[in-house]
């Protein structure tokens, strides 16, 4: 989308949109991408240019969110997920630069059906809930993770699996997965500058000058997150996830 066909009404859809995935995120630990990747689409932004969008406000968020659960973030515990999304990563930085110019309702199918295969290997009890998940399920979530956040910055449902799978409360499970995700960031905006070069600049200027709608979304959810007991966040996160990937594979909402 070039910086002409930019209009205020648009830019005030989009700060909408940003609102609401500050919100989603911040109260469910997830869904700042899923959210506001196929809205964006819809929107005309071809998928770079959606993705580095949302990879900067969701980097605002996610740094709020840290300094918000700072005292319960267990670094050392995280550190197996964060190394194997990072090993993902590439590869799905590979996938977006090769689907970049494909049929955008294409993409928005594809990650679809990938979060509804994650959502049943979640309802079949293939991932069970445990005091400590073994190793293998830790770095599988997190490689896939690495490949969706690199192909759409949509990495959250591995994530958001592997987290119900432990027997955490609602305010660790919601920080658990903002502060693996935001590793990705750096790595993903610095991968997609030398890709797609200056084309990339004037997403990332309305991503900036529209983050106080982000501050404000992710305010306002991670106070509403908190009333949330354990058995009802893990019915909102799954149930978000099923909503976002109907939303994502039905034409009529892409």
């Avoid at 991408?33 to 980097?59: D, N, Y």
């Avoid at 993409?107 to 679809?112: A, D, E, R």
Wanted: overall charge positive; charged content about 15%; some cysteine.
């Amino acid at each position: 989308m070039r910086a002409s066909e930019l209009s205020l009404f648009l830019l005030f859809k989009v700060s909408i949109v940003l609102f609401l995935g500050g919100f989603i995120q911040s109260s469910a630990g997830f869904g700042f991408g899923l959210f506001s990747l196929p809205i964006l689409l819809f929107f005309k932004f071809k998928l770079q240019e959606a993705v580095i969008i949302i990879i900067l406000g969701s980097s605002i968020q996610k740094i709020i969110g840290i300094r918000y659960f700072k005292k319960i973030i267990d670094h050392k515990e995280l550190s197996p997920l964060i190394i194997s999304g990072l090993i993902g990563l590439p590869i799905g930085l590979y996938f977006m630069f090769k689907v970049s110019g494909f049929q955008q309702s294409f993409v928005k199918q594809l990650i679809g059906f990938l979060i509804l295969l994650m959502l049943m290997l979640r309802w079949s009890n293939v991932l069970k809930s445990a005091d400590k998940v073994k190793s293998v399920w830790t770095f599988i979530a997190g490689f896939i993770s690495g490949i969706l956040n690199g192909f759409a910055n949509v990495g959250g449902p591995p994530a958001v699996l592997w987290v119900l799978a432990q027997k955490w409360d609602n305010r660790k499970m919601r920080s658990a997965v903002i502060y693996f995700s935001l590793f990705f960031a750096p790595f993903q905006i610095a991968t997609m500058m030398v890709l797609f070069g200056y084309t990339l600049c004037s997403p990332l200027l309305y991503s900036l000058v529209l983050s106080p709608f982000v501050v404000f979304g992710t305010w306002c959810g991670l106070k509403f997150g908190d009333n949330f007991s354990k058995k009802i966040l893990e019915k909102y996160m799954e149930t978000l996830l099923f909503l976002i990937a109907i939303a994502s594979i039905i034409k009529p909402f892409i």
